[in-house]
Nanobody
Protein backbone atom coordinates (compact mmCIF):
# COMPACT_ATOMS: atom_id res chain seq x y z
CA UNK A 1 0.00 0.00 0.00
CA UNK A 2 1.49 3.28 -1.08
CA UNK A 3 0.40 6.88 -1.48
CA UNK A 4 2.44 9.40 -3.40
CA UNK A 5 1.68 13.10 -3.20
CA UNK A 6 2.96 15.38 -5.95
CA UNK A 7 2.33 18.73 -7.55
CA UNK A 8 3.81 21.05 -4.97
CA UNK A 9 5.93 24.04 -5.84
CA UNK A 10 6.47 27.75 -5.48
CA UNK A 11 3.50 30.00 -6.16
CA UNK A 12 2.70 33.66 -5.60
CA UNK A 13 -0.08 34.76 -3.26
CA UNK A 14 -3.41 34.47 -5.01
CA UNK A 15 -2.14 31.71 -7.26
CA UNK A 16 -3.26 28.11 -7.65
CA UNK A 17 -1.80 24.65 -7.47
CA UNK A 18 -3.25 21.20 -7.88
CA UNK A 19 -1.82 18.42 -5.78
CA UNK A 20 -2.22 14.78 -6.71
CA UNK A 21 -2.25 11.72 -4.48
CA UNK A 22 -1.64 8.52 -6.42
CA UNK A 23 -2.62 5.30 -4.71
CA UNK A 24 -1.12 1.89 -5.35
CA UNK A 25 -1.84 -1.45 -3.76
CA UNK A 26 -5.40 -0.56 -2.87
CA UNK A 27 -8.41 1.17 -4.36
CA UNK A 28 -10.31 4.28 -3.45
CA UNK A 29 -13.49 2.29 -2.95
CA UNK A 30 -12.48 1.16 0.50
CA UNK A 31 -10.71 4.18 1.91
CA UNK A 32 -11.36 7.74 2.94
CA UNK A 33 -8.57 10.02 1.78
CA UNK A 34 -7.37 12.89 3.88
CA UNK A 35 -5.11 15.81 3.15
CA UNK A 36 -3.02 17.28 5.93
CA UNK A 37 -0.27 19.85 6.06
CA UNK A 38 2.59 20.78 8.33
CA UNK A 39 4.00 24.26 8.23
CA UNK A 40 7.37 25.34 9.65
CA UNK A 41 7.33 24.92 13.42
CA UNK A 42 3.73 23.78 13.43
CA UNK A 43 1.87 20.57 14.12
CA UNK A 44 0.37 18.57 11.31
CA UNK A 45 -3.11 19.90 10.66
CA UNK A 46 -6.18 18.74 8.79
CA UNK A 47 -6.88 20.32 5.42
CA UNK A 48 -9.70 18.25 3.97
CA UNK A 49 -10.97 14.75 3.30
CA UNK A 50 -13.20 12.78 0.99
CA UNK A 51 -15.08 9.70 2.10
CA UNK A 52 -14.69 6.22 0.63
CA UNK A 53 -17.50 6.67 -1.90
CA UNK A 54 -16.59 10.17 -2.95
CA UNK A 55 -19.98 11.47 -1.90
CA UNK A 56 -18.85 13.53 1.08
CA UNK A 57 -16.09 16.04 1.60
CA UNK A 58 -15.02 18.01 4.64
CA UNK A 59 -12.65 20.96 4.85
CA UNK A 60 -10.86 22.90 7.50
CA UNK A 61 -12.34 26.35 8.02
CA UNK A 62 -9.04 27.93 6.94
CA UNK A 63 -9.33 26.49 3.42
CA UNK A 64 -13.08 26.25 2.93
CA UNK A 65 -14.12 27.93 -0.31
CA UNK A 66 -10.55 27.95 -1.64
CA UNK A 67 -9.59 24.26 -1.73
CA UNK A 68 -11.48 21.44 -3.40
CA UNK A 69 -10.92 17.70 -3.22
CA UNK A 70 -11.85 15.46 -6.11
CA UNK A 71 -11.10 11.89 -7.04
CA UNK A 72 -10.65 9.81 -10.15
CA UNK A 73 -11.62 6.24 -9.35
CA UNK A 74 -10.46 4.93 -12.69
CA UNK A 75 -6.97 6.33 -12.20
CA UNK A 76 -6.94 5.78 -8.43
CA UNK A 77 -5.92 9.38 -7.84
CA UNK A 78 -7.21 12.04 -5.46
CA UNK A 79 -6.67 15.73 -6.17
CA UNK A 80 -6.45 18.79 -3.99
CA UNK A 81 -7.16 21.93 -6.01
CA UNK A 82 -5.84 24.94 -4.13
CA UNK A 83 -6.91 28.41 -5.22
CA UNK A 84 -6.33 31.86 -3.79
CA UNK A 85 -3.24 30.64 -2.00
CA UNK A 86 -2.00 32.63 0.95
CA UNK A 87 1.31 32.87 2.78
CA UNK A 88 -0.14 30.75 5.60
CA UNK A 89 -0.75 27.89 3.18
CA UNK A 90 3.00 27.30 2.99
CA UNK A 91 3.58 23.77 4.28
CA UNK A 92 4.42 20.24 3.40
CA UNK A 93 1.20 18.60 2.25
CA UNK A 94 0.48 14.95 2.93
CA UNK A 95 -2.23 12.60 1.75
CA UNK A 96 -3.44 9.72 3.87
CA UNK A 97 -5.84 6.80 3.67
CA UNK A 98 -8.19 5.51 6.32
CA UNK A 99 -10.06 2.22 6.06
CA UNK A 100 -13.59 2.35 7.37
CA UNK A 101 -13.27 6.01 8.29
CA UNK A 102 -16.72 7.56 8.30
CA UNK A 103 -16.39 10.45 10.72
CA UNK A 104 -13.74 12.37 12.66
CA UNK A 105 -11.82 12.95 9.44
CA UNK A 106 -9.76 15.65 11.15
CA UNK A 107 -7.80 13.31 13.40
CA UNK A 108 -4.33 12.24 12.28
CA UNK A 109 -4.68 8.96 14.18
CA UNK A 110 -7.72 7.93 12.17
CA UNK A 111 -5.67 7.21 9.07
CA UNK A 112 -3.84 3.99 8.37
CA UNK A 113 -1.42 4.97 5.64
CA UNK A 114 0.54 8.08 4.81
CA UNK A 115 2.51 9.17 1.81
CA UNK A 116 5.58 11.32 1.66
CA UNK A 117 4.69 14.95 1.50
CA UNK A 118 5.03 17.56 -1.20
CA UNK A 119 6.22 21.07 -0.43
CA UNK A 120 3.99 24.05 -1.20
CA UNK A 121 5.58 27.46 -0.81
CA UNK A 122 3.57 30.65 -1.20
CA UNK A 123 5.89 33.58 -1.64
CA UNK A 124 6.09 36.83 -3.56
Amino acid sequence: VQLQASGGGLVQPGGSLRLSCALSGFTLDNYAIGWFRQGPGKDREFVGAVNWSGTFTKYADSVKGRFTISRDGAENVVYLQMNSLQFDDTAVYYCSAGSGLSNDYETVGGYDYWGLGTQVTVSS
